[in-house]
């Protein structure tokens, strides 16, 4: 059994751990939570254990040590859901690698908690942490249907196609509560802009009629996020998404309602995931998926030591050595911001993914059309479809 110190991460028994807890980040330990993990107590149901300090914010709030306690113990709180008057809803793109140009988020922060997600550091410009307040404070943008409908009726719209859920999942579990996506959805039904979807929840099957109406119209094309069919590995890495079998069930059943749908391996972890990659590849492709796509972990920013403690406290036995596997996979770090490599990584590991996903995307015919969402048929109510 590893040793942890007080705080809850794993000893620095190594000169490796050393630099990783120190790093230059400077964020603080983790304090201790309830439920128990590798040894040390844990908070179920949440991927983040801690709400690391904003790089933002000049000070940071710290709750009074209660006396004879020697840890902190984090409470498991409810999510609080925040409603906000945002100013705008589509945003636009400039990364070059994502594959998109403007994207809409009805949503900030995301309750399924996958460890290793990038949006986490986002949360810090909203004045929060990436870490538990990530999951657990999520911003409602309960005017965006309307900033949308404005957004499409302006006239200096040339209509391209807008990525739902850029940044977070927009089927996380708010949009049952709220239905913001769905009400999107309908605007873009009603202009005939198109959208692509990414998600990791099978509640988007309840919008399964208005998608199956904007497949008619080549309008939509979505990827179902699977990463695993361990169900120990999903329940602590994204606690709160759908089982990876529901997310087949979304893929057959949207495909068979015309739907276009792919399957996205994000992100490949190796020592964690990775060999279950044609496993996936070849499960969607069963069932129904015709594309694919797919990133290697990376680390950036305050995710680099949230996952760090996460994998420590459920994978001892490995962490070191899943650990060097992400290094390895980005010439020595586990983060890489360069356009072009930081979703693919550099070096050996990250090589074999690519190869290995080149080799299954061929042998189970992913991909293998050339295949776009229909701009041409945007029209503004009672106004005339886009001229070329
Ligand atoms: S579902 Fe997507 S946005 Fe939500 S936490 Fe997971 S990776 Fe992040």
């Given at each position: 059994m590893p040793e942890y110190n007080k705080d809850g991460h794993p000893a620095a028994s190594s000169q490796r751990n050393k630099e990783i807890l120190q790093s230059d980040i400077g964020l603080p330990a983790s304090p201790l939570v309830n439920g128990v993990a590798g040894g040390v107590q844990y908070l179920k149901g949440r991927g983040a254990q801690y709400n690391p300090k904003n790089?933002?914010?000049k000070n940071e709030t710290v709750k009074e040590h209660i006396e004879a306690i020697d840890d902190w113990i984090e409470p498991n709180t409810e999510t609080e859901y925040l409603e906000e008057n945002a100013k705008g809803i589509v945003n636009k793109v400039d990364s070059p690698d994502v594959g998109m140009s403007y994207s809409m988020n009805p949503y900030q922060g995301c309750e399924h908690g996958c460890t290793y997600c990038y949006a986490r550091n986002v949360h810090e410009y909203w004045g929060y942490s990436a870490g538990l307040d990530f999951e657990r404070k999520i911003i409602v943008k309960k005017n965006a249907p309307d900033l949308l409908r404005k957004f499409l009726m302006n006239p200096k719209w040339e209509s391209v196609p807008i990525s739902?859920?850029?940044?977070?999942?927009?089927?996380?579990?708010a949009e049952k509560k709220f239905g913001i996506t769905r009400q999107l959805l309908e605007v873009c039904l009603e202009f005939n802009q198109p959208v692509g979807i990414i998600t990791k929840n099978a509640g988007i099957l309840r919008d399964k009629d208005l998608l199956a109406k904007m497949a008619e119209k080549h309008l939509v094309s979505i990827l179902v996020s699977i990463t695993s069919f361990d169900e120990e590995l999903r329940r602590v890495m994204e606690p709160r998404t759908t089982t990876a079998k529901q997310r087949l069930r979304t893929i057959k059943d949207l495909s068979e309602a015309g739907v276009r749908m792919g399957v996205m391996l994000g992100p490949m972890i190796p020592g964690l995931n990775e060999h279950e990659l044609q496993r996936i590849m070849k499960a969607a492709a069963e069932n129904g998926a015709t594309f694919s796509a797919y990133t290697f972990i990376r680390l950036n920013g305050a995710i680099k030591l949230i996952f760090h403690d996460w994998l420590y406290k459920n994978f001892p036995d490995r962490a070191d050595k899943v650990w060097h596997l992400i290094e390895s996979g980005h010439g020595g770090k586990v983060n890489d911001s360069r356009?072009?490599?930081?979703?693919?990584?550099?070096?050996n590991i990250s090589q074999l993914v690519a190869q290995q996903y080149a080799r299954y995307t061929q042998k189970y015919g992913l991909n293998a059309e050339r295949w776009e969402l229909d701009t041409t048929k945007f029209m503004r109510p009672g106004g005339q479809m886009k001229l070329f």
């Open positions: 790089r933002f914010l739902l859920s850029g940044n977070t999942d927009c089927y996380q579990p356009w072009g490599v930081r979703m693919r990584g550099e070096g």
